[in-house]
C-alpha cells in the first residue's frame, strides 16, 4: 500500500521522537559529530544523492553493504578492507558493491574534517540517506553515529544468515545479535528494492529438495514467468527483482510483504516469512498498515548497534576506508 501524502509528515516525526527518545546505543548518539565535524551529513547526502542520480540501483547495494558489515562481525567497516584473505573475500560478499561510493564519500569527509568521522558511520549515514531516496523521500530516520572503524577483516569470521535457511534458523542468527523477530521481518523487507541471480532459485525452479519438482509454495504462474528468464541449462546467472511488482521494483514501500502474501517470493526465506506460523501474521499486518517505512528505518537504527567496538584499542578513524592506520593489522 502506497503512503499517503497526508501520513507522511506523521511517519517522520514518530520515528524521528522515537530516535531521539532512545538516543544512545552504547557509545553511539544523535549528533555525535555536531562540533568536531558539523557539516558530516550535508556532506554524505550530497555525494550520495549525486550517486543516486547516476543509478537508484546504488540504494539496495548500500542496504546489503550495510547489512553484510554489521551482521558478521559488527557494525565496524571490516567489511571494507583489501587484503586476500578480508572479508570481502568471502564468497556471499563476493557480489557486495558500494564501495567506490563509500571511497567519494570519505574523500569529501576528510577535506572537511581530517580522521574524525569514521567509515563505519559513513556506511550508516550513506544507506540511511539512500533509503530516503528509494522511498521517493516519503521517510527519513535518524541515525546514532560514534562508531569506531575494526582493525580485524577476516573471510573465515563472516557469518550471514543463507537464504535457503528457515525462519527458525534465521531467527536464531538474528537472536545472536540481539535483533528481534520483528527486526528480522523488517530487516528482510529491504527486498523490495534490488535483485537476486537466477543461482539463488533455481532449485525452487526445477528441483526443490531433490523433488524434480518446483517449490510448491511458489504461484505456479511465478514459476513459468522465472523458468523463462531463468533456463534450466543457461550458461548465463540472469537477474530477477526481488519485489515482483514491477511498478515498485524501485521504490521502498509495503509491495514486497503483498507479494510474498500471493506467494510471489523469489528467494526461499522470503516466501517462507509469509507461511511460517511464527511470522505470517507479522507479514499480513506489515502489508496491510501503512507505517513500514517509519518501522523498516527503526530496524536499520538496531541493526547499526550490532557489536559494536567498545574499546578505543580495538577501534581507530581510518584516513582510509580500504587500509587501517597501520599496515601490520589482520
Do not use: W
Request: glycine share 6%.
Amino acid at each position: 500500500m502506497a503512503v499517503k501524502i497526508s501520513t507522511i509528515s506523521v511517519l517522520i516525526l514518530s520515528l524521528a521522537l522515537l530516535s531521539f527518545g532512545h538516543c544512545c546505543y552504547g557509545q553511539l548518539r544523535i549528533g555525535f559529530y555536531s562540533t568536531k565535524c558539523p557539516n558530516v551529513e550535508n556532506i554524505v547526502s550530497k555525494v550520495v544523492g549525486e550517486a543516486f542520480i547516476k543509478g537508484s540501483s546504488i540504494a539496495p547495494a548500500m542496504i546489503r553493504l550495510y547489512f553484510h558489515d554489521c551482521f558478521s562481525n559488527g557494525c565496524d567497516a571490516s567489511l571494507l578492507l583489501d587484503g586476500a584473505s578480508s572479508e570481502k573475500k568471502a564468497s556471499p560478499n563476493l557480489s557486495v558493491r558500494g564501495y567506490e561510493l563509500i571511497d567519494d564519500i570519505k574523500s569529501a569527509v576528510e577535506q572537511e574534517c581530517d580522521r574524525v568521522v569514521s567509515c563505519a558511520d559513513i556506511i550508516a549515514l550513506a544507506t540511511r540517506d539512500l533509503v530516503t531516496l528509494a522511498s521517493g523521500g516519503k521517510t527519513r530516520y535518524e541515525i546514532p553515529t560514534g562508531r569506531l572503524d575494526g582493525k580485524v577483516s577476516l573471510a573465515l569470521l563472516v557469518d550471514l544468515p543463507s537464504p535457503r535457511m528457515t525462519v527458525s534458523q534465521t531467527a536464531a542468527k538474528f537472536a545472536d545479535r540481539k535483533l528481534s523477530l520483528t527486526d528480522m521481518v523488517l530487516l528482510l523487507g529491504g527486498h523490495t528494492i534490488g535483485v537476486a541471480h537466477c543461482s539463488f532459485v533455481m532449485d525452487r525452479l526445477y528441483n526443490f529438495q531433490n523433488t524434480q519438482q518446483p517449490d510448491p509454495s511458489m504461484d505456479p504462474k511465478l514459476v513459468q514467468e522465472l523458468r523463462l528468464k531463468c533456463p534450466k541449462d543457461s550458461s548465463i546467472d540472469g537477474i530477477i527483482n526481488l519485489d515482483q511488482n514491477f511498478t515498485s521494483s524501485n521504490t521502498m514501500d509495503v509491495s514486497f510483504y503483498k507479494q510474498i502474501n500471493f506467494h510471489r517470493g523469489i528467494l526461499h526465506i522470503d516466501q517462507q516469512l509469509a507461511i511460517d506460523g511464527m511470522t505470517s501474521k507479522m507479514v499480513t499486518d506489515i502489508a496491510n498498515g501503512n507505517d513500514f517505512l517509519a518501522r523498516f528505518g527503526q530496524a536499520m537504527v538496531n541493526l547499526g548497534s550490532v557489536r559494536l567496538i567498545s574499546k578505543a584499542k580495538d577501534g581507530e578513524i581510518r584516513k582510509s576506508c580500504r587500509s587501517c592506520n597501520n599496515p601490520s593489522c589482520v
